[in-house]
Structures are given as structure tokens and as C-alpha cells.
């Protein structure tokens, strides 16, 4: 099939990529020209683990193709909308200029038949709207939400856990449900859920999804506030209570909480559209979502502080990650940088490590030290805190060796990735988020 992909950040850039490497026909549509002069030379312009690949492969196949020129996206059989819902500058909802942008250029190119399927996270009811101008030209608007990870976008495109079409009424709808059954033809093969709904239901799926995982970590996080109160540990807690497949463990880690491009800005403008629809109380616990996560950054800092003796003014600190989550670059909304910046505040000399996003770190906050290597970044430091999990510090670094590069053992797991007995046994001071 002839695919278009309009939009080639984090989303549409796998997207695209991905869609050619199970056979499809693909141009990749971005108003960003360095973006699309990456692009079209076979580069990632962001790490994500596997696309640099499929993106080579692509290019070098000649199915896959990227342009600033909306005018190429006339003859494909879909188009996928994939751009950006950033949040508003002032406020929660979710700022829906691109995807409007997106549709009203790409309205002159499409031809009847054509299906026009959103997968950026927007605010309820927008397909509906959106489908109000697509519609007079005889292309079929459908929602198609996205719910890839990243640092597994490759993978979760390719693969996803399911694929739920929102689609129309009518034959219309029937038809581009279809058309997206042939798009994803090797998931569909392999049995993975294919669920057809409206375009309102559609839509819902993808905030509720991500309200319901925000959810589960600020609840951990609770949880994790209440242990520090009274003793408890919060990761046997998760163990525990995990072993309930009704609850199950994954989401249950507490720490530092979210943060990235989706989850924090997903819930706020849900809350925001459910205000709108008169609806507010139905989901006011997600302010309370967003409280909790944010005051566990604030915690980090706190016992950062309490773990050197009550100040940080002038101590060395080394802040192990920047990203928001590991196999990421992305720095957007990061716990990890927000509690390095606040330590800076403090009066701290900060310096940060990461394995994959230090220039797009020093890049948002150039008043920290950032130092590419590991071993280097903790020589002489006073106190160390995990921010990002990255098998680099969880794994791969043992603590004796640690131990042997800095000036003061004093660790705080951020993330509680670190076995607390092996740091302590050699010698750390070690403190978790809500463990003893
Ligand atoms: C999320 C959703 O998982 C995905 O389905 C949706 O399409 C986009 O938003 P992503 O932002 O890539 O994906 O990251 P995710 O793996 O969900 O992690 C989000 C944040 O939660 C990270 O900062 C991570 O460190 C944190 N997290 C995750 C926890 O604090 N504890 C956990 O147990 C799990």
C-alpha cells in the first residue's frame, strides 16, 4: 500500500520507518526540514533503540521516502496524522494547532476512497470535528491511537499489544477499517486484538489508558509516602501486593514518578476536556495524580539533602541520568533533570551523566556540568543519586568499584533499581524512595 505519514517526530518518525519495513510504500511529511534532511539520509534524528535501522533499511529499499512538501501525500491509500499535542502555554488542554495545521494541508491533496487516520493523543471529540472537514472531499476520517513506548517504539509499532480503529458509522467506516487491517497486516496475522469503536470511544481509549498507568504509579508513589512514615518498604509492598494478577506488578515501581512527552501532559489535558464536557468531577483524582508525582521530585531532593548532613551547598553531587526513562534521549518533563536543577538551586556543584540524552540536557539547562562518561562523572563526588534506570548504573555498576572513584559513599536510589544490601555491604550509605 502507498502510506503517508504526516508528522515525523517520536511518533510519526517509527511510524513511517516501521510501516516500510513490513512492506508498505512510505512518505514521511514534516515541516522541519533539518528533521527531514536527517530523515531522508537514513539518520535517527533521536535515539530510539532499532530505528536506526529499519529507517536505513528503509531508504535503502526505496520505500521509504521523507519530504517538507504536503503536495506528496496525494496518491497515498491512508494518511496517517501523527503530530505533536504539545500542552498549552497557558493552561492544561492540549494544543491542537498542528493537528489542524496537519489536516487543512493535507485536505487538497486527498482523493475519494483516501482514509485519513489520526494517531496523535487528542482531546475527545476532535475526530469528530476534524472528520467534518475531511469528509466533502470522500476520504473517510478514522482514530487510530497510538500507544507505543518509548525506548520499545519500534517494537510496539511493529508488534503492538492491540490496534483499536475508531472509525465512522456505515460502509464507509466498514471500509477503512478494513483498509487498516490490510496496513497492519502482520500484527492482524499474528491474532493481535483488532478493535473496531466510534470515533469518540476511540479517542477515550488512549487518555484512559495513560490516566490508568499515571494512576498506578502515583498510587505507588502514595504508598511509597505512607512507608516513609512509618518504616515500611514500598518495593516489597509492590512485590507483594503485585503477586495479585488483578493488580499485577509492572507499573508499580516508585520513585522519582513520570514524566516524558506523554503521560504528564496526557492527564492534564484529560482533566482539562472532562472540565469542558461538564464533566470535571469524573476525573478531578488526576489533579491528585499529578500532585503526588510531582511532590515525589521534591522527596528526592529532600532526602538527597538529609542524606549529606542536612545541606547540599557546595557538595559535589553526581546525578546518574537525564532522560525520563531509560533507552531515551528525551528529556522533555524529566524527574531525573528537575531534581539535578533543584540541587543546583541548592547551591550544589551538580554534574550530570547519561548515556544517551547529555546534549539534549545541556541544551535545556546549560548552568549544569555534564560529563559523557560514567566512571569520570562520579570521580570526587561527595553523594551520588539514581535518577534514570539505565543498566549502566543498575546493573553495571558495581558498588565497590563505585566506592573507589568517589570522595563520600552516600547513594540515593531514585528509582530503587540498586540491590540497597550489596551498597551497603560495601560500604554506601544507601537511601531509597519509601524503603527504610
Ligand atoms: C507512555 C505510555 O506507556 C504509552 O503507552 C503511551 O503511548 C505514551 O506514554 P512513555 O512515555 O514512553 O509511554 O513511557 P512509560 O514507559 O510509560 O514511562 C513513563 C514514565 O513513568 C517514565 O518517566 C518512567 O520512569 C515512569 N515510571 C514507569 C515509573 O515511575 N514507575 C513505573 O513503575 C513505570
Redesign the pocket.
Known amino acids: 500500500m502507498r502510506l503517508s505519514v504526516i508528522g515525523c517526530g517520536y511518533l510519526g518518525a517509527v511510524h513511517a520507518a516501521a510501516m516500510a519495513s513490513i512492506g508498505h510504500e512510505v512518505i514521511g511529511i514534516d515541516v522541519d526540514e533539518r528533521k527531514i534532511a536527517s530523515l531522508s539520509q537514513g539518520q535517527a534524528p533521536f535515539f530510539e533503540p532499532g530505528l536506526q535501522q529499519i529507517l536505513s533499511d528503509g531508504i535503502a529499499s526505496g520505500r521509504l521516502r521523507f519530504t517538507t512538501d504536503m503536495a506528496e501525500a496525494h496518491g497515498s491509500d491512508v494518511h496517517f496524522i501523527g503530530v505533536g499535542t504539545p500542552q498549552q502555554k497557558d493552561g492544561y488542554a492540549a494544543d491542537l494547532t498542528y493537528v489542524n495545521a496537519a489536516v487543512d494541508g493535507l485536505i487538497p491533496y486527498l482523493r475519494e476512497g483516501d482514509v485519513v487516520a489520526g494517531k496523535s493523543?487528542v482531546p475527545v471529540g476532535t475526530a469528530a470535528e476534524l472528520a467534518e472537514r475531511v469528509t466533502p472531499t470522500g476520504a473517510t476520517l478514522v482514530w487510530n491511537p497510538?500507544?507505543?513506548?518509548?525506548?520499545f517504539?519500534v517494537q510496539?509499532t511493529i508488534d503492538p499489544d492491540r490496534l483499536v480503529a475508531g472509525v465512522p458509522a456505515g460502509d464507509a467506516g466498514e471500509r477503512a477499517a478494513d483498509v487498516l487491517r490490510e496496513v497492519y497486516h502482520t500484527a492482524v496475522a499474528k491474532n493481535t486484538p483488532f478493535i473496531v469503536t466510534d470515533l469518540a470511544t476511540a479517542e477515550l481509549v488512549?487518555a484512559a489508558?495513560?490516566a490508568f498507568?499515571?494512576t498506578?504509579?502515583s498510587f505507588?508513589?502514595a504508598m511509597a509516602e505512607i512507608a516513609e512514615v512509618t518504616g515500611a518498604d514500598v518495593t516489597q509492598l509492590a512485590d507483594a501486593i503485585g503477586h495479585d494478577a488483578r493488580i499485577g506488578r509492572?507499573?508499580?515501581?516508585?520513585?522519582?514518578?513520570?514524566?516524558?512527552?506523554?503521560?504528564p501532559k496526557?492527564i492534564r489535558a484529560f482533566s482539562a476536556r472532562a472540565e469542558e464536557l461538564g464533566r470535571g468531577e469524573s476525573v478531578s483524582f488526576l489533579r491528585e495524580v499529578d500532585a503526588i508525582n510531582l511532590r515525589r521530585r521534591e522527596r528526592a531532593v529532600q532526602l538527597t539533602v538529609n542524606a549529606l548532613g542536612g545541606s547540599v551547598f557546595e557538595k559535589k553531587i553526581t546525578v546518574l541520568g537525564a532522560a525520563?526513562?531509560p533507552h531515551?534521549d528525551d528529556i522533555r518533563d524529566?524527574?531525573a533533570l528537575d531534581v539535578a536543577v533543584a540541587l543546583h538551586g541548592l547551591g550544589a556543584i551538580v554534574t550530570v551523566t547519561d548515556p544517551e540524552a547529555i546534549d539534549n540536557a545541556r541544551a535545556r539547562h546549560p548552568q549544569l556540568n555534564y560529563v559523557a562518561d560514567r566512571d569520570e562523572a562520579l570521580t570526587g563526588a561527595d553523594g551520588v543519586i539514581v535518577v534514570?534506570?539505565w543498566d549502566e548504573y543498575r546493573r553495571q555498576l558495581p558498588p565497590e568499584h563505585a566506592a573507589s572513584l568517589v570522595a563520600g559513599r552516600v547513594i540515593v536510589d531514585g528509582?530503587n533499581c540498586l540491590d540497597a544490601a550489596a551498597w551497603r555491604s560495601a560500604g554506601w550509605e544507601y537511601f531509597g524512595m519509601g524503603r527504610p
Open positions: 493523543t497510538e500507544f507505543l513506548r518509548e525506548g517504539a510496539d488512549k489508558a495513560n498507568l499515571a498506578k504509579i505507588i508513589n509492572r507499573f508499580l515501581g516508585a520513585g522519582i514518578g513520570f514524566g516524558g512527552g506523554c503521560l496526557d525520563f526513562k531515551s524529566s524527574p534514570t534506570e528509582r
